[in-house]
């Protein structure tokens, strides 16, 4: 029997700001290949623990491992691709080229006086032409849409060639059309070059049952498992402390 | 026309002026997207403080104001950094703080001399060899660097947040980037003046960005509006007798309009 890599390992983990307890003793697994969700109420800690992961906030206490190292000796980022909340949301006037944009993405690999290679060209165009945002590429950032701003963002994201990507809260700023398109291609990436796909969301009308796993976070990761368990009533009132009636119905 | 160049005032007020217009723009760039142009209005305020201790003490009034201008930067980011504070309350309190801390020095000293104003206006007259050795060689530094971190700097200003957690070093990179605007400020106040050089640094990247270009190309119309003001600038300084800092924020206004009509939006 073959294990999958674990690319996220998170164990009793605890944060608190100021007097307030924001996340206490979460424990967590993503493993290579995985498509997971981060669902909970607004404010129940799922940003957080998304920075706690990225290095962005230090944890109170616990222990945080990616690819297997502990975090604080982790020099790899590039294998992670974030795409945080409201990154769509550009300044109209910002001097950035979405061929600018998306190599962004292969900065950290370039180092000093890195100039472009043959091989970052190939990746910056290969990422956008996965998302398709290359008719755009001498467009200003800030004069797309919300929908064709997120696609940049992923495809920056991309350019790094990254095992995992994090998307924080994508529909903000994008309309609901774009939106399922968005998860779409999330869902493509995944099943065809393997990338394991993390997001969060509060909406659970996003929730696909192809996901490998849900994590319900509300100030602690009250529950872990798929979307078949996730969505009975008992559940989702547990998430959201308060009686749900669950309703399905097809997009 | 051309003939002015035979003055050696004006060979060395030109090579000073083309040197801080090159870098300035380049470096304003990067302050002017991360809505930090007070910075450079802050520093230039606080080098006017070096200034005044050098004149009261006999010092070399360019590098106290090297000198002044680093220190401040470095605290001013570390306020802002570490300690969570506000960018504009923090440049607030050390711009009104330095122009205080700078009039009592010179109150101090007995006079507000001809030497202090051409400090605050710039002076085509005032930039000697000595100036050009010390601008020479902090300038070749402060362009190597700007060069070499050129895209790290940018993805800092598009997107600090990614940029951190793609693995840049974001915290040093921003502590490097105030103090080679630190420099370029203490370095420009003989051309400029400290009361003008803000502009210098951050006119010509806003008026760049106007033609809705990608970074590359706003930086180096940037630098050619600049290269072109400071030319200008200096030139009506010596046919006019004007204080050459003013003479080239008014250029660096012309462009700046002329961009804002040409661009309609």
């Not at chain 1, 399922?180 to 929730?207: E, M, S």
């Not at chain 2, 590098?63 to 306020?79: C, D, K, N, Q, R």
């Not at chain 2, 006119?203 to 960005?209: F, L, Q, R």
């Amino acid at each position: 029997m073959k294990f999958a890599p674990s690319l996220f390992e998170v164990r009793d983990l605890n944060f608190t700001h100021g007097e307030n307890e924001i996340l206490k003793t979460v424990n967590l697994t993503i493993l290579e290949g995985e498509y997971c969700a981060i669902i909970g109420p607004n404010g129940g800690g799922k940003t957080t623990l998304i920075r706690l992961l990225m290095g962005l906030e230090k944890p109170t206490s616990g222990t945080i491992k990616l690819f297997g190292t502990d975090q604080s000796k982790f020099r790899e980022w590039h294998r992670i691709g974030y795409v945080p909340q409201r990154s769509a949301l550009v300044d109209a006037t910002f001097p950035a080229t979405v061929r600018e944009v998306v190599a962004m993405g292969r900065y950290a690999r370039r180092g000093i006086l890195g100039f472009e290679s043959p091989k970052d060209v190939s990746a910056i165009e290969e990422s956008m032409a996965q998302m398709g945002v290359s008719d755009l590429r001498d467009r200003l950032i800030g004069h797309l849409s919300g929908g064709q701003r997120q696609r940049v963002m992923i495809a920056r994201a991309l350019a790094s060639h990254p095992k995992v990507l994090i998307v924080d809260e994508p529909n903000t700023g994008v309309d609901v059309e774009s939106q399922h398109r968005f998860y779409d291609l999330l869902r493509v990436l995944n099943k065809t070059k393997g990338i394991a796909i993390l997001f969060i969301t509060h909406d659970v009308g996003v929730i696909a049952e192809d996901i490998s796993k849900l994590f319900f976070v509300n100030q602690t990761l009250l529950l872990s498992q798929t979307p078949q368990e996730m969505l009975r009533c008992d559940s989702m009132s547990r998430l959201y402390g308060t009686p749900a009636h669950v309703v399905s119905h097809n997009h | 026309m051309l003939e002015m160049l035979n003055y050696p005032f004006m060979q060395r007020a030109f090579i000073a002026g083309l040197m801080i217009a090159l870098l300035a723009a380049m470096s304003g760039s990067f302050i002017v997207l991360r809505r930090y142009s007070l910075l450079s209005e802050t520093l230039a305020h606080v080098s006017l403080v070096g200034v005044s201790v050098g004149i009261l003490f006999g010092l070399s009034p360019l590098w106290m104001a090297v000198v002044a201008s680093l220190i401040a930067s470095w605290l001013i980011e570390y306020l802002r950094s570490v300690h969570g504070m506000y960018s504009d309350s923090v440049l607030a309190i050390f711009l009104s703080g330095s122009l205080a801390l700078a009039i009592v020095i010179v109150s101090l000293s007995g006079s507000f001399n001809a030497s202090l104003f051409s400090y605050l206006f710039g002076s085509i007259l005032s930039v000697s060899n000595d100036d050009l050795i010390i601008m020479g060689l902090f300038g070749s530094l402060s362009m190597a660097l700007l060069i070499l971190f050129f895209k790290e700097l940018y993805f800092i200003a598009f997107d600090e947040e990614v940029a951190r957690t793609s693995g840049i070093r974001v915290s040093l990179l921003n502590f490097m980037l105030v103090s080679i605007i630190a420099v370029i400020i203490a370095l420009s106040i003989r051309v400029v003046g400290t009361l003008l050089i803000g502009a210098l640094m951050v006119i010509p990247p806003v008026a760049a960005i106007r033609f809705g270009m990608g970074f590359f190309s706003t930086t180096l119309l940037s630098i050619a509006i600049a290269l072109v003001c400071v030319v200008a600038g200096l030139s009506l300084s010596f046919f006019f007798s004007l204080p050459s800092g003013a003479a080239i924020v008014l250029c660096l206004l012309v462009a700046f309009i002329f961009a804002m009509v040409v661009n309609k939006r």
